[in-house]
């Protein structure tokens, strides 16, 4: 149970991260710009992906590891 919240907030936190620092990208040059919300869910899917990655990575380091451990 405790392992499933830390493991949520730990992905918000990424989550955040990785929409802010993916916003600086204009994505509007790579889509339509009569479709601003391709623009959007382009920086929401990478930043879904990110996060994502972000998350395996940090708890492969430290709970799933013995680093973690006590």
Do not use: H, N
């Not at 990785?18 to 920086?43: G, H, T, Y």
């Not at 972000?54 to 013995?66: F, V």
Request: aromatic content about 18%; charged content about 10%.
């Amino acid at each position: 149970m405790a392992y499933t919240i830390i493991k949520y907030v730990i992905f918000a936190g990424c989550f955040g991260l990785a929409f802010q620092a993916l916003s600086c990208i204009q994505f509007e040059k790579f889509v339509d710009v009569r479709q601003p919300r391709k623009a959007m869910l382009l920086l929401f899917i990478l930043s879904f992906v990110v996060a994502y990655l972000m998350t395996q990575g940090i708890l492969s380091l430290t709970m799933y590891s013995d680093w973690g451990a006590y």
